[in-house]
């Protein structure tokens, strides 16, 4: 079977199903930190951490650059 050529792929870089670290639904954004090893990610953590000041886009959506230097932030400021 021939693979389908990466602009047909949905989940191709750039495709439709791609995900763009810079907006990321909450649910997005808890699978892919919780792939990578955080041990906390999940949905409710994330709401948590946006109602405490987390920046989120005008959508919504979770950029994982910006929430990531945020929580960085966050653990400095409590010493851990």
Do not use: C, F
């Not at 792929?9 to 954004?29: F, I, N, R, W, Y």
């Not at 709401?47 to 230097?69: F, K, M, S």
């Amino acid at each position: 079977m021939i693979p389908p050529h990466p602009t047909q792929d949905p989940a191709a870089p750039g495709g439709a199903g791609a995900l763009s670290p810079s907006a990321m639904t909450l649910e997005q954004a808890a699978r892919v930190l919780a792939a990578v090893g955080a041990r906390y990610a999940t949905v409710e953590n994330i709401r948590r951490d946006i109602e405490a000041g987390a920046p989120v886009n005008a959508d919504g959506t979770v950029n994982l650059v910006h929430y990531a230097a945020w929580l960085a932030k966050e653990m400095a400021a409590r010493g851990d």
